[in-house]
């Protein structure tokens, strides 16, 4: 009974080429919709958690004055000495590593290319902090950060803008004016909260102070926290030691300012949660329109065909056997539908992925839920009105217009 | 009327459709008796219950009391699935309005039944060229009914009827929708089957000129056999 079923189950689909192929539209647009808006959302929250992720964990950054800025009227707080740097890598405990900062802007210029860029003057311990890698060359050598030699390490948009396709490491390129020498290429770090990442150079502090600052005084302090250490504790105890070092009176309003990347972290984690949830509902909603559209071909179908199982019933069909065609129908064509959904999200996702510029993540739980999900529709509505038409009375059925 | 040995025998059978204020009774007690191999012509005014019967007696509908054998067995006793096996078994049913599965070839809608009867393929496509050769119609096996005249048609719908080699044919009004000529070639199939292959036809028809090739003629009138006419064998 089942081989005689299937035979006509695929002899109607293939009679009735137009309807199959809507019934078939239907679940292939709900499957496809939704497995591309999941499969994008997810690379989406991804990039976000990587952009995260690249600002360094449980680091601490130490401004003078209040806030950002430099607070309103009134004297301009100093900036850092390195003996303040000193005192927190020997009083503090709980830090991993500590680098120093000074900031500077300006054009680099390699070859008559030339690109405007950040000059960062720090120590190879910058690296520690940032959790950056140097993809080719090397860090700084200590003797080159002692004597604060003309050497520097460049972020990739730099390299790309400057250099083009030759290779900078052991090239001499002018910065502000003054000749250095590349000794190194960062990692790739990407778009991150505060802009381009890679868009930097960086040299020994020595360097920067005395050819581009001219003082010997340190703008920010970095301070990464030990993992086994709370983050909160080590910016209490930080706050406390440079209160004392800069002999602010109790009560007084400190004069510099921690400012834990922790909480930036937190805020883009929570953004990113509304960011999968917002996906999610219109995940559910495309869902939900897909399985409508199905339900309506499915019953415009069955009512459509009620004559024809009229017809069936009429010659010596038992209703479950009639039963049995529409269901075996409904599963091909909701199975055929999904994947082929599937297939043009898949090809979908690869397509659109780098032009958003997440990663293309393939999650087979999302592919499975809406294959099922798609399938199960298919086959409910398909099934049921049939049942109802299976029900009547052959002549009922038979006299169905 | 009663004959000896009937393969179709109702006593008192009625039929009200719907319920309460609206129903209506549209057989008040119907007794007929059928004899194995005869060709009985249903006539009526229009209204008078000739479908109704049919129906019943096709085994597509049940009655609403009185007692309905078909073969011996009460047939007002079984379920839909029962009927279904009945219907499959003995009976081939023609309609007026032809009633084939569109755009499937000649050959397939006469191979249906022989489908659900689990036939194999080489049974299927014998026993319905078979049939198809028996309405003249061997050459037209892959035409669809969009690509066939209404009398082709319906001798396809006969072929379908016939090809599980029952033992009735019911035909309510099969000759309904064609014009005179396509009729009397209808009636001289029907005639063939009924002489040849044993089958006992019913039919119901409003032409005279149709009814004149049945052997038994019964007359209905408002829900009930008003008279039933016996014509000498030719
Ligand atoms: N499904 C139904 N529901 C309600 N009433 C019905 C139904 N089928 C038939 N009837 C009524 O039963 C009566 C008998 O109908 P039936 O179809 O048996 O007549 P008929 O003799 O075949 O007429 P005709 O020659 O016009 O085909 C009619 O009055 C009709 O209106
Ligand atoms: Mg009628």
């Known amino acids: 009974m089942l081989g005689t079923t299937i035979t006509l189950a695929f002899r109607a689909i293939n009679r009735h080429k137009l309807r199959s192929f809507l019934t078939t539209l239907g679940i292939i647009i709900g499957v496809a919709a939704v497995v591309t808006m999941v499969t994008l959302g997810n690379g989406a929250t991804a990039a976000v958690r990587e952009q995260i992720s690249s600002l360094g964990a449980n680091v601490l950054q130490l401004r003078p004055g209040q806030g950002f800025g430099r607070g309103g009227g009134g004297p301009r707080p100093p900036d850092f000495k390195e003996r303040d740097l000193t005192a927190i890598e020997n009083q503090l405990t709980g830090v991993r590593a500590v680098a120093p900062v000074v900031q500077s802007s300006g054009t680099a210029i390699y070859e008559g290319n030339n690109w405007s860029t950040t000059v960062y003057g720090t120590t190879s311990a910058y690296s520690e902090v940032q959790q950056w890698k140097v993809a080719d060359g090397r860090l700084f050598l200590p003797d080159e950060e002692e004597a604060g030699k003309s050497v520097c390490i460049i972020g990739n948009t730099v390299r790309t803008n400057l250099f083009q396709g030759t290779e900078p490491v052991g090239k001499r390129m002018r910065i502000k004016g003054v000749s250095c020498q590349v000794v190194g290429v960062l990692a790739t770090r990407g778009q991150g909260g505060f802009g381009d990442q890679d868009d930097v150079v960086v040299m020994p502090i020595k360097f920067v102070q005395r050819r581009f600052t001219g003082d010997r005084d340190i703008s920010q302090i970095m301070v990464a926290v030990d993992d086994a250490y709370d983050t909160s504790t080590v910016q209490s105890s930080l706050e406390e030691l440079m209160r004392e070092r800069r002999k602010v009176k109790a009560g007084d309003q400190d004069n510099f300012n921690v400012f834990d990347t922790k909480q930036i972290s937190d805020t883009l984690t929570g953004t990113t949660t509304i960011l999968t949830q917002i996906v999610g509902a219109v995940a559910a909603i495309s869902l939900l329109v897909g399985g409508i559209g199905i339900m309506n071909i499915m019953l415009v179908s069955v009512t459509e065909r009620t004559r024809e199982i009229g017809i069936r019933l009429a010659i010596g069909a038992v209703a479950r056997e009639v039963l049995l065609q529409f269901l075996v129908e409904a599963i091909v064509l909701s199975c055929l539908g999904g994947l082929i959904g599937l297939f043009l999200a898949l090809i979908a996702t690869a397509a659109i992925a780098p032009l958003m510029q997440v990663p293309f993540l393939f999650d087979i739980k999302v592919n499975f839920i809406a294959f099922v999900f798609s399938a199960a529709i298919g086959v409910v509505f398909g099934y049921f009105p049939a049942r109802r038409a299976a029900a009547l009375n052959p002549i009922d059925a038979l006299r169905h217009e | ?234």
């Open chain 2, 1 to 234: 009327m009663s004959i000896a040995d009937p393969i179709i025998s109702m006593r008192g059978v009625t039929k009200v459709y719907g319920q309460g204020p609206t129903a209506f009774q549209a057989l008040k007690g119907i007794d007929i008796d059928i004899a194995q191999g005869d060709f009985v012509a249903v006539m009526g005014p229009s209204g008078s219950g000739k479908s109704t019967t049919m129906n019943i007696l096709g085994c597509l509908d049940v009655p609403s009391g009185g007692e309905f054998l078909f073969k011996g067995r009460h047939v007002e006793t079984l379920d839909r699935d029962q009927r279904a096996l009945l219907r499959r078994r003995y009976l081939g049913f023609v309609f007026q309005g032809f009633n084939l599965l569109s755009r499937t070839t000649a050959l397939e809608n006469v191979e249906l039944p022989l489908l659900y009867r689990g036939e194999d393929k080489k049974t299927r496509y014998d026993m319905g060229m078979a049939a198809l050769d028996k309405v003249g119609l061997k050459d037209w096996w892959d035409h669809t009914p969009a690509e066939l005249s209404g009398g082709q048609q319906q001798r396809v719908a006969i072929a379908r009827a016939i090809v599980t080699h029952p033992d009735v044919l019911l035909a309510d009004e099969p000759t309904g929708n064609l014009d005179s000529e396509r009729s009397v070639e209808i009636m001289e199939l029907l005639t063939d089957l009924n002489r040849n292959s044993g089958i006992t036809v019913l039919m119901v028809t409003h032409e005279p000129d149709m009814a004149a090739f049945a052997r038994t003629i019964v007359h209905f009138k408002d829900g009930l056999v008003e008279r039933v006419e016996q014509k000498v064998a030719a």
